[in-house]
């Protein structure tokens, strides 16, 4: 029992934290809920503080469609539980797999990046029509030590290592639990009495988050820290801080090395929107900053999931090259060239009717 008052008390002060952290008071604030226990309780934790923090709240469920009946079903929950709090409700059908048609392998977004995609889309959509200021998402501190983890097992940068960010960058989307562990989000939801959803999905090991949630972190918290979750946490609070400031230096060099082209007919052989690039003081950059910048470009240029820091290197030497001759050329990730011009260089993807040369 005392752990109950405990859950309650400790779940309603991180809320109402976070509202203070990410200003949110006075505002209307659109809950992105899927019927599971963690967007579960951040419904009923955000409405219990709404009042004292001056909240506007309303409910929006976006359905996948990807399990059938079990999906309607989440949603006639949220549709419920958003009428026992008297909040306005909207939902939206979506289908992931139309994102994934068509293009190459390679180009195609993992079904899971498209359902990603979908939902924003609905939900941005769905706090328009609300008039809302933001939306909340229910991501936990289980969530953000998941994502570092795979991204470290994977050999992300350092930036990536930053993890979840408790507001996007720019304020549009919030994450009032990104602090609280799934382990007090249940315990908070069993005191309260609350009725959650189960995906069936989340118990398969056939997606390599559910691996990591069901057997890795718990075998490396028994063996090596039992705060694994806060430890990594910290980690990635720290690298996130790290990061704002080297991406300022990143965007200020950026505008002096590049600037946002539309390749014509008549520029040669790409097409579309493209990058032109100086071809002086590439080399004298130290190789963070340098790859950084690069990265960024073809990030620019849509490329992100794409880049490897072998494709980053290479990109970078290739810039800072000496007599190269006017139009050499590299080949990157996603349809991307870069081509040595007359003055500076070019980056962009390759017209269908390539003729000429820049």
């Not at 752990?3 to 779940?11: D, E, G, N, T």
């Not at 809320?15 to 019927?35: F, K, N």
């Not at 520029?267 to 690069?294: H, K, M, N």
Request: glycine share 8%; aromatic share 4%.
């Amino acid at each position: 029992m005392v752990h109950a008052r405990y859950s309650l008390a400790m779940i309603l002060d991180a809320i109402s934290r976070a509202v203070l952290d990410l200003r949110l008071e006075g505002r209307h604030v659109l809950i992105a809920a899927s019927g599971g226990v963690d967007s579960t309780v951040l419904l009923e934790g955000m409405n219990q503080v709404a009042s004292a923090e001056g909240l506007k709240l309303s409910v929006a469920h976006i359905n996948h469609g990807l399990r059938g009946e079990e999906s309607d079903g989440d949603e006639r929950a949220v549709s419920l539980r958003a009428a026992g709090l008297g909040l306005r409700f909207s939902s939206a059908r979506v289908d992931p797999r139309s994102l994934r048609e068509g293009g190459t392998k390679q180009a195609r977004p993992t079904l899971q990046e498209a359902a990603r995609t979908c939902r924003y889309q609905a939900l941005e959509s769905i706090a328009e029509d609300h008039g809302a200021d933001c939306i909340a998402t229910a991501h936990t501190l289980d969530d953000q030590a998941e994502t570092v983890l795979m991204r470290l097992l994977r050999g992300a940068s350092p930036s990536a290592l930053g993890g979840i960010p408790e507001r996007s960058r720019d304020g549009a989307v919030v994450r009032p639990l990104l602090r609280v562990s799934r382990t007090e989000i249940e315990a908070f939801a069993r005191a309260e009495g609350l009725d959650w959803r189960e995906d069936t999905s989340n118990a398969s090991d056939a997606y390599t988050r559910n691996r990591l949630r069901r057997h890795w972190i718990p075998g490396l918290a028994a063996d090596f820290n039992p705060q694994l979750l806060r430890s990594v946490a910290r980690l990635a609070e720290s690298q996130r801080r790290d990061s704002e400031w080297i991406d300022e230096l990143v965007e200020s060099k950026a505008r002096e090395l590049w600037g946002i082209m539309e390749h014509e007919g008549a520029e040669g052989r790409l097409s579309g929107r493209g990058l032109e690039l100086v071809d002086q003081g590439w080399a004298e950059l130290p190789e963070a900053l340098a790859l950084r910048l690069v990265a960024r470009a073809m990030r620019e240029l849509g490329a992100g999931r794409d880049i490897s820091r072998v494709h980053l290197v290479r990109l970078w030497r290739f810039l800072a090259a000496q007599n190269l001759d006017t139009g050499a050329e590299l080949e990157l990730p996603a349809g991307l060239r870069l081509i040595k011009a007359r003055r500076g260089f070019r980056m962009g993807r390759i017209a269908v009717d390539d003729k000429g040369s820049c």
